[in-house]
C-alpha cells in the first residue's frame, strides 16, 4: 500500500489503484483484537519508554529497537534510576534492577542471576542462584501483568498502536 502511495505521489495515473488497494484493505483491528506483549517489534518506542517511565518515574532516558539486530536497548540510565526504590525493590531485586529485567523481557530472555564460587587453585565457578532468580523472575512476570493492564487502560495507545499494528499486517 505505501509503495503504492509513493508511486502515486509521482505519476497521478495511479491513483485509481491506489483508490481500489483502500477499498480492499481489511478494517483496522478494534483494541481487544490486538494482543500487545512487551518487546513485540512492532511496537513504537515510545510506547515502551513511557511505560517503562511508569514503572520508575524518575527515568529520563530512551529506549530503541534496533531492526538489523533485533534487539531493544534502554538507554541513557542515571545512578539514581538504577538504584532508586522502583527499580530495585517495586520492580526489581537487590541484584537485578527494573530496567535489566525490563530489558531481558523486550528481547525474550529469562533472567538468571548466577554467582561466582571460588574453587581450588584460583578458579571460579558460576552457579546459578535459584532463590535470587527465582525473586527476578517472579518480577518479570509482575512488569508484564502491569504492562498488558497498562496498555489496555492507556487510551493514547490506541492512536499509536491500532494503525501501527494493521500497517505492519498489511505492508
Given at each position: 500500500m505505501?509503495?503504492?502511495?509513493?508511486?502515486?505521489?509521482?505519476?497521478?495515473?495511479?491513483?485509481?489503484?491506489?483508490?481500489?488497494?483502500?477499498?480492499?484493505?481489511?478494517?483496522?483491528l478494534g483494541r481487544d483484537e490486538i494482543s500487545v506483549r512487551l518487546g513485540s517489534s512492532w511496537v513504537p518506542e515510545e510506547i515502551v519508554r513511557d511505560f517503562i517511565n511508569t514503572l520508575v518515574p524518575s527515568f529520563k532516558g530512551t529506549v530503541k529497537y534496533i531492526p538489523?539486530?533485533?534487539?531493544?536497548?534502554?538507554?541513557?540510565?542515571?545512578?539514581?534510576?538504577?538504584s532508586s526504590i522502583e527499580a530495585t525493590r517495586t520492580w526489581g531485586t537487590k541484584r537485578v534492577n527494573a530496567f535489566e529485567l525490563a530489558e531481558d523481557i523486550l528481547n525474550l530472555r529469562t533472567t538468571s542471576v548466577t554467582d561466582e564460587i571460588p574453587e581450588p587453585?584460583?578458579?571460579?565457578?558460576?552457579?546459578?542462584?535459584?532463590?535470587?532468580?527465582?525473586?527476578?523472575?517472579?518480577?518479570?512476570i509482575e512488569i508484564k501483568q502491569k504492562f498488558a493492564s497498562w496498555v489496555l487502560i492507556f487510551q493514547c495507545c490506541d492512536e499509536l498502536l491500532i494503525p501501527f499494528y494493521g500497517g505492519i499486517q498489511i505492508a
Amino acid at each position: 500500500m505505501r509503495d503504492a502511495e509513493a508511486a502515486a505521489q509521482f505519476n497521478p495515473a495511479f491513483e485509481k489503484n491506489v483508490a481500489a488497494l483502500r477499498s480492499l484493505l481489511p478494517p483496522d483491528l478494534g483494541r481487544d483484537e490486538i494482543s500487545v506483549r512487551l518487546g513485540s517489534s512492532w511496537v513504537p518506542e515510545e510506547i515502551v519508554r513511557d511505560f517503562i517511565n511508569t514503572l520508575v518515574p524518575s527515568f529520563k532516558g530512551t529506549v530503541k529497537y534496533i531492526p538489523a539486530l533485533a534487539v531493544w536497548k534502554i538507554e541513557g540510565l542515571r545512578p539514581e534510576d538504577r538504584s532508586s526504590i522502583e527499580a530495585t525493590r517495586t520492580w526489581g531485586t537487590k541484584r537485578v534492577n527494573a530496567f535489566e529485567l525490563a530489558e531481558d523481557i523486550l528481547n525474550l530472555r529469562t533472567t538468571s542471576v548466577t554467582d561466582e564460587i571460588p574453587e581450588p587453585g584460583g578458579r571460579t565457578k558460576i552457579v546459578v542462584n535459584d532463590n535470587e532468580t527465582i525473586a527476578a523472575q517472579a518480577k518479570q512476570i509482575e512488569i508484564k501483568q502491569k504492562f498488558a493492564s497498562w496498555v489496555l487502560i492507556f487510551q493514547c495507545c490506541d492512536e499509536l498502536l491500532i494503525p501501527f499494528y494493521g500497517g505492519i499486517q498489511i505492508a
